[in-house]
Nanobody, 119 residues
């Protein structure tokens, strides 16, 4: 299974970015998918999650600003980030929770993409 993110960069506060992630090597529509982030000196944290049935949940800090979505036909998951704040600066990671036998799941991570928000 390969997980590859793209779309990070430098943006000013109140700006927008869209992150993309593609997952190959597994039946995509069965995967649960998530976006996580890790700022320097901090633990990796969940930003947004989307299940295989399309249900979503978000960290309180991004509710109303970020939107996670998936396109099963394109094998893509997206994170639309609006009204960005300097505190959103972090490396953003995509995670695929791949279905295994007996309804277990195995996590596969991407390499991360840097998002930097300037004041």
């Amino acid at each position: 299974v390969q997980v590859v993110e793209s779309g990070g960069g430098l943006v000013q506060a109140d700006g927008s970015l869209r992150l993309s992630c593609t997952v190959s090597g597994s039946p995509f529509r069965d995967n649960h998918l998530g976006w996580y982030r890790q700022a320097p000196g901090q633990q990796r944290e969940l930003v947004a999650h989307i299940s295989n049935d399309g249900s979503t949940n978000y960290a309180d800090s991004v509710k109303g600003r970020f939107t996670i979505s998936r396109d099963n036909a394109k094998r893509m998951v997206y994170l639309q980030m609006n009204r960005l704040r300097p505190e959103d600066t972090a490396v953003y990671y995509c995670k695929a929770e791949v279905l295994q036998p007996f309804d277990r799941r195995r996590d596969h991570w991407g390499q991360g993409t840097q998002v930097t928000v300037s004041p």
